[in-house]
Structure formats: C-alpha cells, structure tokens
C-alpha cells in the first residue's frame, strides 16, 4: 500500500507518521508537507531513513502540483492532517485557513476523485478533524457524532468547512472516505504556541504565564501517541462514510492544567513548591473563546475497542521530560533552525 500522509512534519502528522513506519514495513509511507512554520523535519530524523519511507515537499494548496503527485504514485490511502491548526493565528489571519484548510483539503479531494475513479475503488480518504466544528458547550453535556456543527473561530470554521467538503464528496462522487473529530492533543514535538508547550516554555526561562480571562475554560485532553492509534485503528477499521468522536475522557480547566503543570515544573526543575504559579498573569480573554469542549468518544471504544493508554498526570509528565531533554529542539524550532537543517538534508 502507498499511504499519503498530509502535514506529516507537524505535530500530530510526525507521531503518526513514525507509528506507520514502524508498524507496517510493508506500506510505503509518503509524507507531504509544506513545512510551514509549524512543520519541522527534525520531527522525524529517527525514521529519515528507513526504506518505507519518503519526504515530499509541497503545498496542498496547489492544484497542479497535487493532480502530478497522484499521477506519479498510486495512491491506497490518503491521511490528511496538513492544516493551519492555532485559533490565535486564525483570528489574526483568517484567510491563510481558509487557503490551506478548506482550498487545500478541496484540492486533495480533486486529485483522490479524479484518480482513484480511473484506478479502482478500494481507497480511503482519511480526513483528519477536530472536535472545534461542535461549538462550545455550557458546564454539563459531550459532543457526538451526531452534534450539530456550530464552529465560533475561522479556526474552527476552516475546519468545519473542509469535513463539509470531504462528506458532500462522499455523497456526490462516491468518494471513501472517513473522519475522525478528536479534542485537544499534548505531547511530546508540539509547537511552542499552544498552550502546554507555551508554558512549559514559559517556566522554564522564568517569564509569565499568559492565562486568557479567568481560566475557568475546559478543554478534554488527549496524549498525542493515543491520537495517533486512534487513526491507525479507524484507518484501518472504520466504516466509510462515517464518523468517529475521539476524545481523552479527560476535562480540565485551564487554570487547573496550569497548577499541575507548574507542580510538575517545580518538582522537575527541583525549584520551591509554588514557585511557578508566581508566573501566573491573567490577561486579556481570547476573542470569541468556547468556554468549554468535551467529547463522547464511546464509539469508537465501542465499535473499535479504542481507549487512551495513559492517564493525564502520566501524559504531562512525559510531555514535560520530553521538552526538558529536548532543549535543543525548542531552541532550534523558535529560532527557524530547522529551516536550515532541511536545507541541509534535502538542498534547496
Ligand atoms: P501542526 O500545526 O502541528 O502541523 C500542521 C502541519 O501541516 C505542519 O507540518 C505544516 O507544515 C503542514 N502544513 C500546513 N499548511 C500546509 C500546506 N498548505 N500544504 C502542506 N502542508 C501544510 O498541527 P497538528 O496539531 O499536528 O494538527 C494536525 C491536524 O489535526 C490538523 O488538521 C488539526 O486541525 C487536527 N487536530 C489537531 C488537534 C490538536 O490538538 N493539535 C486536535 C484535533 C485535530
Ligand atoms: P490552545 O492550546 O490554543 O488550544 P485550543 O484553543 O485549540 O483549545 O488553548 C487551550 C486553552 O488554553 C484555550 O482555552 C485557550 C487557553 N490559552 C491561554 O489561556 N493562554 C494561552 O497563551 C494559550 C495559547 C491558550
């Protein structure tokens, strides 16, 4: 099989990517990605070389370029991950998501109907989702599949769009695909602007910790390498034409999330009991911002057997070694050096 994984440098993509790889030599794993700056090969130098393996660079916001892509290799499968993906970048520049989210993923749609019809039928278009397009909820209920979509941020709208798009090519063409809407993911390789990341940077080199509004916001949270077995599993199990709500059980309220994260931090740094929620500076609410998310993600526990394999305290505490080891990667992704290590790999 030759699998097309879209934004396969970024965070989600990279651990997915690496999960492929490893567990299906038999596979040929195709990484296209623009690598914009939240794409960063240094993500994957561990599997840089193995024989199932290939790096495309390339922007799915290129028609041409995509419809020569399927021509060249016979697509089995697409994962498409490749997104703007930050509510704060999408309130400053709304456009940028909707050239890459909801043109891009079109564009994708394009090539897998024009070639997939001419070469048979046994393909799946994987479209990778959040669980943003539901809204925001009050203090009690969980979304579900069957949720009406209620997107608040061009973030959200952008994505909500593309899953239109990627259903109404079902319906009309016939096109197999598959969604999947998941919750928050933390974990090792994310990039610094969100907020766990932001804040294990924050604490580490003593600067202030930006809560938005008074923290009282929930989000469900997810371990990245769950995330990523998810897709596996509904890759290779899912009913097409369906979707799946993929979700931690796992509901936090931001300010509770930064007190264990700051614990952690303490406790790791070997600093005082506290010394980081000295950091803590409430600050302007995010414009327009869901109070709280929280999904339902019985389906496919019940259908497909999926559940997360780590417990939140478990997941930040990796997430939190991670970045301590990782010193250099976090330097290296702020200061654009990867940007010359790709150079450096491939040329150009
Ligand atoms: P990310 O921002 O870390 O990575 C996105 C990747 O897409 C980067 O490697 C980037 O270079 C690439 N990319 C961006 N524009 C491109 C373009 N025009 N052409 C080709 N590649 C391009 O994002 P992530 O957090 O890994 O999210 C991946 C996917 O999962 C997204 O579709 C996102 O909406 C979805 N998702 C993310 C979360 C989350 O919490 N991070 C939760 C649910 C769903
Ligand atoms: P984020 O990681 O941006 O994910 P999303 O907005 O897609 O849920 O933010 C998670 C929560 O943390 C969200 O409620 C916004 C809040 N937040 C802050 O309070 N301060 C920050 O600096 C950031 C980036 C987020």
Same mark, same amino acid.
């Given at each position: 099989m030759n699998i097309l994984i879209t934004g396969g440098a970024?965070?989600?993509? &990279?651990?997915? /990517?690496? %999960?492929? /790889?490893? %567990?299906?030599?038999?596979?040929?794993i195709h990484n296209l990605d623009a690598l914009t700056y939240a794409g960063n090969l240094e993500n994957l130098k561990d599997v840089e070389n193995a024989p199932n393996y290939s790096f495309i660079k390339g922007d799915i916001t290129q028609a041409a370029f995509l419809e020569k892509l399927f021509g060249q290799t016979n697509f089995d499968? /697409?994962?498409h991950l490749a997104a703007e993906s930050h509510v704060d970048r999408s309130i400053a520049d709304p456009m940028a998501f909707v050239r890459t989210n909801v043109i891009g993923?079109?564009?994708?749609?394009? !090539?897998? #109907?024009?070639?997939? %019809? #001419?070469? +048979?039928? $046994?393909?799946?278009?994987y479209h990778i989702s959040t669980d943003e397009v539901y809204g925001s909820l009050g203090e009690t209920g969980l979304f579900s599949e069957t949720t009406a979509y209620d997107p608040n941020s061009p973030y959200s709208a952008s994505k909500a769009s593309s899953d239109h798009f990627v259903r109404a090519y079902g319906e009309t063409y016939g096109l197999p695909y598959v969604i999947s809407n998941c919750s928050n993911n933390y974990g090792p390789n994310q990039f610094p602007e969100k907020l766990i990341p932001l804040f294990i940077r924050n604490i580490l080199e003593n600067r202030e910790l930006p809560v938005y509004g008074d923290g009282n916001y929930t989000r469900d949270w @997810?371990? /990245?390498k769950d995330h990523a077995a998810a897709i596996d599993l509904v890759f290779h199990q899912g009913a097409n034409q369906k979707t799946y709500a993929i979700g931690g059980f796992n509901e936090w309220k931001n300010l509770a999330l930064v007190h264990l994260l700051c =614990?952690?931090? =303490? &406790? #790791? @740094? +070997?600093? !005082?009991?506290? &010394? &980081?929620?000295? @950091?803590? !500076? $409430?600050?302007k609410d995010r414009p327009g911002h869901d109070f709280r998310y929280a999904m339902d993600a019985s389906r496919i526990n019940r259908e497909l057997g999926w559940e997360p394999s780590v417990t939140f305290e478990e997941g930040l505490e990796k997430t939190v070694d991670w970045y301590l080891k990782n010193t250099a990667w976090l330097q290296n992704v702020i200061n654009g050096n990867y940007q010359r290590y790709y150079k450096e790999q491939y040329g150009g």
């Open positions: 970024g965070f989600i993509g &990279s651990h997915l /990517v690496r %999960r492929l /790889v490893h %567990r299906y030599p038999e596979y040929h499968g /697409v994962i993923t079109v564009n994708l749609l394009n !090539a897998a #109907k024009t070639f997939w %019809r #001419k070469h +048979g039928e $046994h393909r799946r278009f @997810l371990y /990245v =614990d952690i931090m =303490d &406790s #790791k @740094l +070997g600093r !005082a009991t506290g &010394s &980081s929620k000295e @950091l803590i !500076a $409430h600050i």
